[in-house]
């Protein structure tokens, strides 16, 4: 007489299976947004080593709170509010906190810019200056915006990074 084999608890295996996706899902690091891959935030995938890239601020446009919303705020956190709103389309929703730290340099009107292949050379360049620069070259003619707008586009895509000094850094973009 042959020895029957009971068949294998079908449902142990694919429990198993399942703990074993989600401790693989657990380590794998998801961008802000659940986006994943090259889908991304550019930022978000380069992992600038700053503490202004350590906590995000996430929205999605279906639940973005309307505008009005922020007039039961007090004045800075309505003003923080209304800056994480407009800037939420440039980072595809997910803004670090280091874009705010970059809106603060920018109201200020005074960059401090590292100087390329230096570890301490810092130029404070006035806004104004930068403008005039900008003007100049045409630049921006195709940033209608404004400067701001397409100095946090260059952020968002990962092309400048603000380190924990508040130093504007140019990324080196491979």
């Known amino acids: 007489m042959s020895k029957s084999r009971t068949p294998k608890n079908r449902s142990a295996r694919t429990r198993k299976r399942a703990r074993q996706e989600a401790a693989r899902a657990a380590r794998t690091v998801q961008p802000p947004g659940g986006a994943a891959?090259?889908?991304?935030?550019?930022?978000?995938?380069?992992?600038?080593?700053?503490?202004?890239?350590?906590?995000w601020i996430t929205l999605t446009p279906s639940n973005s709170v309307?505008?009005?919303?922020?007039?039961?705020?007090?004045?800075?956190?309505?003003?923080?509010?209304?800056?994480?709103?407009?800037?939420?389309?440039?980072?595809e929703y997910s803004v670090p906190m280091a874009a705010l730290t970059l809106?603060?340099?920018?109201?200020?009107?005074?960059?401090?810019?590292?100087?390329?292949?230096?570890?301490?050379?810092?130029?404070?360049v006035p806004l104004a200056d930068l403008v005039a620069v900008c003007a100049a070259d045409e630049v921006l003619a195709r940033?209608?915006?404004?400067?701001?707008a397409l100095l946090h586009?260059?952020?968002?895509?990962?092309?400048?990074?603000?380190?924990?000094?508040h130093v504007i850094r140019l990324a080196a973009l491979v």
């Open 103 to 124: 809106e603060r340099l920018i109201r200020r009107g005074l960059l401090p810019l590292a100087t390329p292949g230096t570890a301490d050379l810092v130029s404070l």
């Open 66 to 91: 309307p505008e009005g919303a922020q007039e039961g705020l007090d004045g800075e956190l309505a003003d923080v509010y209304g800056t994480v709103r407009r800037l939420a389309p440039l980072y």
């Open 153 to 165: 586009e260059l952020h968002a895509h990962g092309a400048l990074v603000v380190d924990d000094d």
């Open 143 to 148: 940033a209608p915006e404004g400067l701001d």
């Open 37 to 55: 891959g090259p889908e991304g935030s550019a930022l978000w995938l380069m992992r600038p080593p700053y503490s202004g890239y350590e906590s």
